[in-house]
């Protein structure tokens, strides 16, 4: 059975930081890339960032850029997301998720994704 399990998010204060961790298990996804996706009450969830399969290339959302780093670990089929200058419009419950199959550009529509964990809440106060 292939899991995804999130874990590090909290409560902290605006200009703080947290860093979230995904692990994999059931299987490996070393050879695909891999996402994170936030997702406030009642509204959809959104693409922040995503990794390639080797970690060569990422990608983020505008409103990261310079805020979130996206990284993994092969050996502990694992992802982190490091949030650093955290807003209080950062609030949500953060999603990590991986595809099926490869893509040759790293996906950022919640549909490109198969596989999903079940969350972590991250809360930002002001």
């Known amino acids: 059975q292939v899991q995804l399990v999130e874990s590090g998010g909290g409560l902290v204060q605006s200009g703080g930081s947290l860093r979230l961790s995904c692990a994999a298990s059931g299987r490996t996804f070393a050879s695909f890339s891999m996402g994170w996706f936030p997702q406030v009450t009642v509204k959809e969830r959104e693409f922040v960032s995503a990794?390639?399969?080797?970690?060569?290339?990422?990608d983020y959302t505008d409103s990261v850029k310079g805020r979130f780093t996206i990284s993994r670990d092969h050996a502990k089929n694992t992802v982190y997301l490091q949030l650093n200058s955290l807003k209080p419009e950062d609030t949500a419950v953060y999603y990590c998720?991986?595809?099926?199959?490869?893509?040759?550009?790293?996906?950022?529509?919640?549909?490109?994704?198969?596989?999903w964990g079940q969350g972590t809440q991250v809360t930002v106060s002001s």
């Open positions: 998720a991986a595809p099926s199959r490869y893509f040759d550009s790293l996906p950022r529509r919640v549909a490109q994704y198969f596989y």
């Open positions: 990794i390639s399969w080797n970690g060569g290339s990422t």
